[in-house]
């Protein structure tokens, strides 16, 4: 909706513009959305040229051949390298760390082996009643789990800032991606430059591009797996400086 406004209101003007989607276009319906409005403002639009930034080579393809101009070029590279970052002597309080909105497609109860676990979430205005009952069925399920969101007097959910994640990542031994359809996930990288080595499950939308074998894990759908490579991963005490650089 911003984009046809925008266009309506500068359809005389060369316009350009250049759109990342949230979400993978190797989803049906978010490429049918993609297409739908790119065809849409270039018909309408003429002067207004459309780029579309892909994270990943398999998007790109998919929009090369619905004829929308593309790139690769991953969102993950422009993390802010300053905010996210080692801080040394940090106390290891959680086996793994999961930075993850509250909804079922996240699959936190993959964490369900794990000695403990931080979870780092949020939802939206609109997403309020299911995140809410979603995170009632997680603290039965995962009660390995610390919910860090919650106040530690009031126990009300509260927005930490990018500091406070980073602190909080530090004060992990490994970050978890455990959905198996989404985006890039900025939490990937973020954990990487915070020097904590990563555990994703086999998935599509392009987070794997920052995934290095040296220094993380692609296992199975399966709560077992994500502990074992958790546990593999611990055990390697791999230096985090190495995980920040190679990232």
Not at 81 to 104: T, V
Not at 106 to 125: C, N, P
Not at 196 to 211: E, K, M, Q
Not at 221 to 231: F, G, I, K, Q
Request: net charge neutral.
């Amino acid at each position: 909706q911003p984009a046809l406004a925008l266009s309506h209101a500068l359809r005389d003007k060369k316009v350009y513009y250049i759109l990342w989607s949230w979400w993978t276009l190797q989803d049906d319906a978010e490429l049918f959305n993609m297409v739908t409005a790119y065809h849409y403002l270039k018909k309408h639009y003429p002067l207004h040229d459309i780029h579309v930034m892909a994270n990943d080579h398999v998007d790109m393809i998919l929009l090369e051949k619905c004829k929308i101009n593309s790139t690769f070029c991953h969102q993950n590279a422009f993390l802010d390298q300053r905010i996210f970052n080692i801080i040394e002597g940090s106390a290891k309080e959680y086996d793994a760390i999961y930075n993850a909105r509250l909804s079922p497609f996240k699959r936190h109860a993959l964490a369900s082996q794990l000695d403990s676990v931080g979870l780092i979430y949020y939802s939206t205005a609109k997403e309020k009643e299911e995140a809410a009952a979603y995170k009632n069925t997680l603290k039965r399920d995962l009660p390995n789990a610390a919910f860090l969101n919650e106040h530690p007097e009031t126990g009300l959910d509260r927005f930490l800032s990018s500091q406070e994640i980073c602190r909080l990542y530090n004060m992990s031994k490994v970050g978890l991606c455990l959905s198996y359809m989404e985006g890039a996930m900025y939490a990937a990288a973020e954990y990487l430059l915070c020097g904590i080595p990563v555990v994703s499950t086999h998935n599509i939308g392009g987070r794997d591009y920052f995934l290095h074998k040296d220094f993380s894990r692609l296992v199975d759908s399966d709560p077992r797996a994500v502990a074992e490579a958790t546990y593999d991963l611990i055990s390697a005490k791999i230096p985090p400086k190495v995980i920040r650089q190679r990232t």
